[in-house]
Nanobody, 125 residues
Framework: VQLQASGGGLVQAGGSLRLSCDAS????????VGWFRQAPGKDREFVAA????????LHADSVKGRFTISLDRAKKSVDLQMNSLKPEDTATYYC???????????????????WGQGTQVTVSS
């Protein structure tokens, strides 16, 4: 599977952005798709994940209530709606996909075999 992330940009604190991850290639039905982020000098951090089959989701505590992951099966796209953005949300955001990601391992970046290019999100204070 190939992944293409888009939708990043510059926004003021309290604003919103919507990221999209378009999947192409092999069948996506068995995939788990996740969003991760990495700020300069920090480790890659889990943000949210969704299972293509069934649609179950997981959000990191740091974004719960502000970010929402969703999928559009017709478009083969996984979106990340980000509201109430904070300066600490500033990072490069990556989408990733894996076809053997067990539920308890969704926050582990090593569980994902395919990665899209990053998209930059910058939140000004």
């Amino acid at each position: 599977v190939q992944l293409q992330a888009s939708g990043g940009g510059l926004v003021q604190a309290g604003g919103s952005l919507r990221l999209s991850c378009d999947a192409s290639g092999r069948t996506v039905n068995g995939l788990t798709v996740g969003w991760f982020r990495q700020a300069p000098g920090k480790d890659r951090e889990f943000v949210a994940a969704i299972r293509w089959s069934g649609g179950s989701t997981l959000h990191a505590d740091s974004v719960k209530g502000r970010f929402t992951i969703s999928l559009d099966r017709a478009k083969k796209s996984v979106d990340l709606q980000m509201n109430s953005l904070k300066p600490e949300d500033t990072a490069t955001y990556y989408c990733a996909a894996g076809n053997t990601v067990i539920l308890s391992n969704r926050a582990n970046p090593n569980a994902y075999g395919a990665w899209g290019q990053g998209t930059q999100v910058t939140v000004s204070s």
